[in-house]
DNA sequence: CCTTGAGTTGAAGTGAACTTTAACTTGCAG
DNA sequence: CTGCAAGTTAAAGTTCACTTCAACTCAAGG
């Protein structure tokens, strides 16, 4: 089997067919076709369905993630290198996200400690004194 | 000042009126009404609107915030402890989530070594092999 | 051949979380 | 009082990430 169908393409990456054809429309995979139209993949494309969905789960949007793909080569068949540069770009993002979330975490923890959240004195939100000047909310926590 | 106008509200919590009004009508918080059918807020919806928008960023759905409220005295303004209760079950979900993304970081981690990315030996992901028997995809990942 | 499961398309639908619009009404400083 | 910023509503619109639908065509085993 040296070309995937849509369906193997769906069973082994356990997207649904017509997500598939939604990235293909959204331009984060690529597909041949056969004589009949029909959609043939290579097996590399499984990887970029498999870094799709990793970095959804990142929280990275799918426009972000078309960005981030259109920097692997496309000429040439993706090498380990390319995907490994990539990889590592990705973890970068999962880091400072797993940051943030700790940050968030810590600061809950102080917040239960006083049951305040969102009075005065609280740092996890205080919306009365620094938001209010700053005119901005919660989000403060978030992207400090 | 007793209670909050919207534009209170939206000032103090940086969240926009017509994410407050939404809020309403989706039960997540409560206002009274002036003679002139204006919204005015107790103060502590405040603390309500704070704790929506950081069980968002921990990745709940509103459906989901909404049940945790709902958790709250309907008859009583709640207490430092009604609130210490909510902080530290959502503190659960956020460090089941950092777990979680952990989890995924450690593993690209990994990949990154092997460049692989969906490849036959990868640990992330292996459509090949592993998934296609349990007909999943890369979501064993996040769900193991 | 023929049947049947797999695949094709464009267009419309979904659900979450809001925002925008239009047409009004209120609140309050001067 | 008046003027105008601030508030009200229902309904429609928006974005994201897909899914569903209807009406086909293709591929391949018997």
């Given at each position: 089997m040296e070309l995937l169908t849509i369906g193997d393409m769906a069973a082994r990456s356990g997207v649904a067919q017509s997500a598939l054809r939604f990235y293909e429309r959204e331009g984060l995979i690529r597909s041949t076709r056969t004589g009949g139209n029909q959609r043939r993949y290579e097996r590399h494309e499984l990887r970029r369905?498999?870094?799709?969905?990793?970095?959804?789960?990142?929280?990275?949007?799918?426009e972000e993630i078309r960005e981030a793909l259109a920097e692997l080569p496309e000429n040439r068949t993706p090498t380990k290198a390319d995907w490994a540069r990539l990889s590592a770009r990705?973890?970068?993002?999962?880091e400072a996200r797993?940051?943030?979330?700790?940050?968030?975490r810590d600061q809950l923890t102080g917040c239960i400690?006083?049951?305040?959240?969102?009075?005065?004195?609280?740092?996890?939100?205080?919306?009365?004194?620094?938001?209010?000047?700053r005119g901005r909310g919660p989000q403060m926590i978030i992207n400090p």
């Amino acid at each position: 089997m040296e070309l995937l169908t849509i369906g193997d393409m769906a069973a082994r990456s356990g997207v649904a067919q017509s997500a598939l054809r939604f990235y293909e429309r959204e331009g984060l995979i690529r597909s041949t076709r056969t004589g009949g139209n029909q959609r043939r993949y290579e097996r590399h494309e499984l990887r970029r369905v498999a870094f799709i969905r990793i970095a959804q789960q990142v929280g990275v949007s799918l426009e972000e993630i078309r960005e981030a793909l259109a920097e692997l080569p496309e000429n040439r068949t993706p090498t380990k290198a390319d995907w490994a540069r990539l990889s590592a770009r990705w973890r970068r993002k999962l880091e400072a996200r797993i940051a943030m979330m700790e940050r968030l975490r810590d600061q809950l923890t102080g917040c239960i400690g006083c049951g305040c959240l969102s009075l005065q004195r609280c740092k996890l939100i205080n919306p009365e004194d620094r938001l209010a000047a700053r005119g901005r909310g919660p989000q403060m926590i978030i992207n400090p």
